[in-house]
């Protein structure tokens, strides 16, 4: 920034001194000295700011003529010297030049000036934007001093207000409601969708932005919580939202719609909000998640020209993006393609030809969803959404820990592939799950079924007989048991039996019973009437042991023990038979 401290040198507080005659207050009329050193003594915090403010300042005394000003005032402004030629112009010089180069739009440059000045006399604190025909955009503030002065700043706001811009249109096209409040919990920002969603009426918002506690208080007072004592709800609403903690919950209202709703707090200390309408579009809600810091994955916006605007950390870290990449601007799309692809991220290939087909693609402007597996082993979901203006809007959302728990599941589903009843691995996490889970004073049985005679139907009949008994056999079982109950077979003729919500050890008997007596019935296999036997040995959980091993292994010398005393038998594990 250049420095002004020359244009801006002021007098030290005090009297005005004879050095004043080389200051630039000697161009001031002798007879405003006086009156010119009250109106910097009552601004004296511009002596900090002149060597640093970054826009322009300009002072004016109480007959409103141009006291002194910064260069930053002539190059923000475009004031050219020969406007100072003559020393400082008053405000309504300043008024006429800018409305004779059509600062004002086509006027009428005197009628323009009355006003103006009408307006300036008038001794009103002001603040608002102002757009200049260079497309500058400059936030101007005025605040009249004690004595009749004026003070006013100018700050270069251009990228800011094109960045709220940027985000009023995400908030457009966002598929739901979302609020902005600050440190002090007050809103700072929401759009139309959110006052629709929650059927917040215009006049809440007549006198400015509502307070977190006032739409609590509103919500309340409508019955959107519920019964209850209104200050009550407020009171602990109001508590939770102070604690700024990240929150994810699904709200369903009176009439019967649910909002997904999110909050995230923010470093500066205030909080977002967003709200989808999850009634009826919850998979488009998904692929156009919240756009702000709140978002549970990376997220990226492109313009037309598909060069990146927005993206937060979550991206960044998602994707091991370095920060270097994002020093001075942001990366146009193309060269995050070919960044990806120098290190590997798309497999082998001619590095422009996999950038050149990735662009290709892009350009097409087409929604997509698909899964990509990085280097290093994670699953990214990613979703991308064409924006009105021919931007593009891409998320990504880390699903690692989701595939693996569903390949597991899938792995430990498989079952046997004769009988069609589960394996050994799925029965073993059933009953792991189902001791963890036994309730005080209940049981579950463990039962170890072995066929009595089934090698002779082998020997006699051939393997084919054989499998398709040990298909019937499986068939009895699962009809003798109940559906919440599991009978895998653990390979050859053995089974095991998980019988679950046992009060009494009768049930376990009757259930052993019920088998014995259905395997025992003559099978009708391939025009062969065979006649087998089964043998059963039982232990219980929690009396016989509470862990998998200890359990099988005590069914298993029951079983031993039924099969000593002449098979066909049931007997329960008992400590003789250790």
């Given amino acids: 920034m250049a420095n002004n401290s020359a244009s801006l040198a ?16 000697s161009k001031l009329d002798r007879m405003n000295a006086h009156a010119t050193e009250q109106i910097l003594e009552q601004v004296g ?14 002072l004016f005394d109480d007959q409103l003529r141009l006291v002194f000003c910064n260069d930053g005032l002539k190059r923000l402004l475009g004031y050219p010297e020969t406007l100072f030629a003559n020393g400082m112009p008053s405000m309504e010089d300043l008024f006429r030049f800018n409305a004779g180069r059509g600062e004002y739009g086509a006027v009428d440059i005197e009628k323009v000036v009355a006003d103006k000045m009408a307006l300036a006399k008038k001794r009103l604190a ?13 936030e101007v503030r005025g605040q009249p001093l004690d004595g009749g002065g004026f003070v006013t700043t100018y700050l270069d706001v251009t990228d800011q207000r094109r960045r709220v811009r940027q985000l009023e249109a995400l908030l457009v096209n966002f598929p739901g409601g979302i609020a902005l409040f600050d440190r002090h919990l007050n809103m700072t920002l929401c759009n139309d ?3 629709r969603l929650l059927d917040y009426p215009e006049e809440l918002f007549a006198d400015g932005m509502p307070s977190m506690e006032d739409l609590f208080r509103f919500n309340a007072g409508r019955g959107e919580y519920g019964d209850g004592d209104q200050e009550k709800i407020v009171a602990d609403k109001m508590a939770l939202a102070d604690l700024r903690e990240p929150h994810h919950y699904e709200r369903e209202r009176p009439d019967g719609t649910v909002l997904e709703v999110r909050g995230h707090p923010l470093k500066c200390g205030g909080f977002v909000t967003t709200y989808l309408d999850a009634t009826e579009q919850r998979q488009r809600v998904r692929q156009l998640e919240a756009l702000l810091n709140n ?6 916006l492109f313009d037309r020209h598909l060069n990146m605007v927005l993206c937060n950390d979550e991206l960044k870290r998602l994707l091991d993006y370095p920060e270097e990449m994002f020093d001075g601007r942001m990366p146009t799309m193309e060269e995050l393609f070919r960044f990806n692809a120098q290190r590997g991220e798309y497999g082998a290939g001619e590095i422009e030809e996999i950038v050149a087909k990735k662009m290709a693609l892009a350009e097409q402007r087409q929604s997509h969803q698909y899964e990509r597996k990085r280097p290093n082993g994670n699953a990214l979901e990613v979703r991308g959404e064409p ?6 809007i891409t998320t990504y959302l880390d699903v690692t820990e989701r595939r693996e728990t569903q390949e597991a599941i899938a792995h430990m589903a498989h079952h046997d592939a004769l009988t069609g009843l589960p394996n050994r691995f799925l029965f073993l996490d059933r009953l792991r799950k189902a001791i963890s889970s036994v309730g005080r004073g209940q049981k579950l049985a463990v039962h170890y079924v072995d066929l009595d005679k089934f090698k002779p139907v082998n020997d006699t009949f051939g393997h084919k007989v054989g499998d398709e008994l040990l298909k019937a056999v499986a068939d009895r079982m699962k009809k003798a ?57 039982t232990a219980f959980a929690p009396d016989h042991g509470d862990d998998v091993d200890t359990l099988l292994n005590k069914a298993d010398k029951a079983l031993y023990k039924s099969k000593e ?14």
């Fill in 193 to 195: 969708e959110l006052k």
């Fill in 295 to 300: 978002f549970p994955g990376g997220i990226s």
């Fill in 387 to 392: 924006l009105p203006g021919s931007g593009f």
């Fill in 565 to 578: 005393n002449g098979r066909g038998r049931h007997f329960t594990f008992d400590p003789s038979m250790e």
């Fill in 126 to 138: 002001h603040r608002y934007d102002r757009e200049r025909p260079n497309g500058t955009v400059l």
């Fill in 10 to 25: 002021l007098p030290s507080e005090g009297a005005v001194t004879a050095s004043a005659a080389q200051s630039p207050l």
């Fill in 481 to 537: 048991i109940r559906h919440a109950d599991t009978v895998a077979r653990l390979g050859g003729d053995e089974f095991v039996i998980l019988q679950l919500h046992i009060e009494n050890i009768s049930d376990a008997e009757a259930l052993a019973g019920h088998i014995i007596k259905a395997v025992t019935t003559p099978f009708e296999i391939l025009s062969h009437t065979i006649e087998i036997g089964t043998s059963i040995g």
């Fill in 45 to 58: 915090w511009l002596n900090a700011l002149r060597e640093h403010f970054p826009g322009g300042i300009a």
